[in-house]
């Protein structure tokens, strides 16, 4: 059972769309981190968010921790080609120093 | 400033053998991670090391061990290799510990991968 589920898994878009991918979880974390990983490189950390219903932007992505914590988005404005890669979400749970990482959203936009 | 450095980059072995992986942190970094990455997956969470010590273990078999060094470069080691075990090995530093004040931002380094025939 996997404990971060991310959906959805693949998407290929048009250069200019936006996009959410989701992360969800039954279980509450104290913190949840989004990170893009591309072809023979390891994930290049993009936010961490900590507080229940923060929002944190960073140029075009928006990233928002659900009230409960539980669940995470990111949205994506006008994707960009150099946007493709591999989306993942990781949380933490409370106490614990083992980082868990959803499966990922592989992202194509096509030019 | 140099990233994290991870060497083999490549390495094939076959079923039964063991293998050494290495990895340098960000200078002043103290922790080190080690993750399983095996095609189509999120990395797994295999060991923390913070000062040298072990501060958390994923669910890996004792095949699967590791330690640090006082320079806090890090080794993992993975003894009678089964077919499974196919993956890409990253590394991730960090300053303190991954849990310290809410999450620690981790820095990965592009990985060993491992090839098992």
């Known amino acids: 059972t996997q404990l971060l589920e991310q959906s959805p898994q693949f998407l290929s878009i048009q250069e200019g769309e936006n996009l959410t991918v989701y992360c969800n979880s039954s279980?509450?974390?104290?913190?949840l981190q989004w990170y893009r990983q591309e072809p023979g490189e390891g994930p290049v950390l993009l936010v961490t968010?900590?507080?229940?219903?923060e929002v944190k932007k960073l140029k075009r992505l928006t990233f928002q921790f659900g009230d409960a914590r539980k669940d995470s988005s990111l949205h994506i404005t006008a994707a960009q080609p150099g946007d493709t890669g591999l989306y993942l979400c990781?949380?933490?749970?409370?106490?614990?120093?083992?980082?868990?990482f959803g499966k990922g959203m592989k992202l194509t936009v096509n030019p | 400033d140099a990233g994290v450095t991870q060497s083999p980059t490549h390495l094939i072995k076959t079923r039964g053998q063991q293998v050494t992986l290495r990895c340098s942190p960000i200078?002043?970094?103290?922790?080190v991670s080690w993750y399983q990455q095996v095609l189509g997956q999120g990395p797994q969470f295999i060991f923390q090391?913070?000062?040298?010590?072990?501060?958390g273990r994923g669910n890996f078999p004792d095949r699967f061990s590791a330690r640090q060094f006082p320079n806090y470069s890090s080794e993992l080691n993975v003894n009678a290799l089964l077919l499974g075990d196919s993956a890409l090995y990253l590394c991730?530093?960090?300053?303190?510990?991954?849990?310290?004040?809410?999450?620690?931002?981790?820095?990965f380094g592009d990985g060993t991968r491992l090839s098992i025939l």
């Open positions: 090391y913070y000062e040298k010590e072990e501060r």
């Open positions: 968010v900590v507080t229940g219903g």
């Open positions: 200078s002043g970094h103290k922790s």
């Open positions: 990781a949380g933490l749970q409370g106490g614990s120093e083992k980082l868990v």
């Open positions: 991730a530093s960090s300053l303190d510990r991954v849990g310290a004040f809410g999450n620690q931002p981790q820095h």
């Open positions: 279980s509450v974390f104290s913190s």
